[in-house]
């Protein structure tokens, strides 16, 4: 939604993307060369913007600036964004990816003369701020306006003084690096019977697994004779396996430093020579905290028919 000519309150996502390092490029490959780097993220920026449906409201040297209709479109284009310039070819210095950061924040906004102004607007350029590269951070009013599938991929890391707020902000950091986002709303458990639950699918780097009647057990560690391989300082020979039993999935885990699950909606679990029954879909870590992007942590999803 674009602003207004007229002064009108409006509730919208907004959302502060910029270049990261952007003096150190000025320095490093000279004025012109930095310069359309530069022009090439934002082109970016504004790509995905109007792809997802929202708004640049003004570009500021390295930074942009656009609003959405809703926080999905927002996260939407957030992750475009970061996706398409990590990958981009012409975007790399001394063989390292250009990085970016971005932040968003949900709320009502006063629109008027092509602009926007009011807290919200703040509000986003402060969780901007609190990115690191290649971070997307947002606010607990923005997660509670997301559909399940974004909402799993956010996870509460931090809190931040807000000008203007007595209390801290909860800072979200949204998990862009999951594979098909959208695929996440099973996790929440809104779409899952989870007593009566037929298949577990498993994805990690780019495997996926299946657990079902057929392989009803599967083994996880890094010695190679288990089903799934994970290496790792903290990956037991045998760290865990999975069985399927009665229409139940249950995490055995047998290592020295245990296993870690996170359920969609954000329960957390921590098994060691212990079982847990898996229920829904998330996340399993061998040794340490999930984190989508790591690679000792596993997606899961239980399917019926």
Known sequence: MAPQSMG?????????????????????????????MVALCIDVMRGATEHCGGTVIKTMGDEVMATFPSADAALNAAAQMQKQIAAHTQLRVDGQPVSIRIGCHYGPVVAESQDIFGSTVHTANRMTSQAKAGQIITTEATVGQLTAPWRSACRLIDNAPIKGQRNEVPLYEVLWQVDDVTSMVRMVGHDVDRSH??????????RELLIDEQRPILTIGRADENDLVVKGNLVSRLHARIEYARHKFTLIDHSTNG????EGGGEEAFVRR???????????????MPEAESAQTIRYVCERD
């Open 197 to 206: 639950c037929t298949r577990l699918r498993l994805w990690w780097l780019d």
């Open 8 to 36: 009108e309150d409006v509730e919208l996502a907004v959302l502060f993307a910029d270049v990261v390092g952007s003096t150190r490029l000025y320095e490093r490959m000279g004025d012109q060369r930095a310069r359309d």
């Open 274 to 288: 212990d079982s847990l029954q898996l229920k829904g879909g998330g996340l399993i870590s061998l040794g340490r």
């Open 259 to 262: 296993t870690f699950v996170r």
